[in-house]
């Protein structure tokens, strides 16, 4: 998947069409530029071409921070492999490992972890035997590591960039910051927004040459802000803390970048909704994985794998400038689905909000590919007490049209160690999925799982959905129809598990790209990130950007 700019044949409607009151919360001096136009003052382009060029850059998924059966949690360490083979970049699986402070609990408690670290310190062998096996560089790039609970200093997970890693036990955090130098681990500071003694981050503790990202986003919840979507609602402990939010951080002049992944519990990486990493990387090696993170050439995203280009006066996410009055943000997204808001953040505010979902699609938006969703796994109401496993053999074929691209959207639940989630065909007119439903174990109260399909089509494209189970059911539909409504499928009489053909989304819908300008005086530092909201509610944020306050005594 090139990271490329491919803006120059987007015909653009005006980016405001409604919501127009927001205007007058945005901050600082800003204007839309000519596409293709830039105000880079000369030096400054030329530092731009001095840099890598965006298009030697590639976008990959993965997921940093998992758990199963060796430690704590749940789910064989085969099957987590497994899993994340099939339908990630790379991945490193965090056992968990060490608890330094942990206390004597109500019901002896503590004895879960106590016990859980003695099963990670038995199979270690067994996790190193697995990184090796699965590692793959080029198609499939594995990554070992522990997880460390503190209670006063925050939660980390250790990546090491061989094969080759210790498991070891540390009470100072200075000893295993250092350790982590000096073995080139980077140390990753998770669910960060506890509150400060509750498992919370102590950044007064980070050592960025270690830890040069954050997890803002996991099962736990969304560390942006204290009022941002998905509040922390898991793991025992309270709410999001104002002072540990990535916002806070950033206004007290830490310099991190951001990323997501999963920290779930089932053994499943990669599980739709609880958060993936994306890392801007040369190749799909560990030892470009691992510069993306140094370098903070990261973002993180919720669930749908959405394409981020965010960049300041031709630099990427993740950098620094030196100061300059003007600065051109340059934004393209490419979402899996409709794109409600695309904001430029200045300073933790509002700069600029684009409405991608507010253009009126024409005859010419059948040139370019459109987004069809199949969900699947809606059932018996739990309280109707017809728990159960539905699995699923889903045929989807194409007539008139052509497949260009696909994303699973497999979430974690239910935990079964002998069923998968997986496409077993493919090719340019025709998906094969084999996968399993259940309203148990369900992230959010949420029971479905989805594909995503991208096709070239026309108004007279047919797609039809063949089942062989759970039982042999078909709906066929034209791209016409499905671009005025969706259509549900039915196994049976109620209250049998159904499916739901989604309403296409258009390119004009999900893909968006545009120039912004800003001026400034240069008083203080600031910041540039950007936060991407789906009309499905998934979500994305680029690492910032800071530019440099003026020199004293500078004109």
Known sequence: MSYSDDRENLKMKPSITRRQFLKEYTAGSLSLAALGCSALPQKLAQQSRNQRQIADYRIYFGDLHNHNEVGYAQGSLGRTFEIAREHLDFFAFTPHGYWHDIGHYENNIENKWLKGFEVTKKRWPEVLEMVSKYDQPGKFVTIAGFEWHSRSLGDYHILFPGLEAEYVRFDDLRQ?????????????????????????????????????????????????????????????????????????????????????????????????????????????????????????????VTGDRIRLDFRLNGRLMGQELPYTP??????????????????????????????????????????EPVLLRFEYGWGPWPALGM????????????KNGVLEDVQTCFQSGPLDETR?????????????????????????????????????????TRVTITLKAPTQVSLSQTFRQLAQSGEMLFTGDFPKESA?????????????????SDTDDGADVNWYYLRVVQANEQLAWSSPIWVEPKARGSA
């Open 176 to 300: 295993f910051q250092q350790f982590a130098k000096q073995r080139g681990a980077i140390m990753i500071p998770h669910h960060p927004a506890n509150r400060l003694g509750h498992r919370g981050a102590n950044l007064k503790w980070l050592d960025p040459e270690v830890s040069p990202v954050i997890e803002i986003y996991s099962e736990w919840g969304n560390a942006e802000h204290d009022r941002a979507p998905y509040p922390y609602i898991r793991h025992t402990e309270a709410g999001r803390w104002t002072q540990n939010t990535l916002q806070h951080f950033l206004a007290q002049g830490y310099r991190l970048g951001v990323i997501a992944s999963t920290d779930d519990h089932l053994g499943y990486p990669g599980a739709y909704r609880k958060g993936l990493a994306a890392v801007l990387a040369t190749e799909l090696t560990r030892e470009a994985i691992f510069d993306a993170l140094r370098n903070r050439r990261t973002y993180a």
């Open 420 to 460: 998968r989630d997986k496409i077993l065909e493919r090719s340019s007119s025709h998906l094969r999925v084999q996968s399993f439903t259940a309203l148990r174990q369900q992230f959010e109260d949420i029971p479905t799982k989805a594909v995503v399909l991208k096709v070239k089509g026309v108004p007279d």
């Open 500 to 516: 739901m053909l989604h309403r296409l989304v258009f390119y004009d819908h999900y893909y968006t790209s545009y120039k912004v």
């Open 326 to 367: 003007q600065r051109e943000l340059a934004v393209t997204v490419t979402g899996w689905e409709q794109l409600d808001r695309v904001e430029i953040l200045k300073n933790n505010r509002v700069l600029h909000r684009d409405f991608p979902m507010d253009r009126v699609p024409t005859a010419r938006s059948w040139n």
């Open 387 to 398: 728990t159960r496993t539905c699995d699923w053999d889903i045929n989807i074929s194409l």
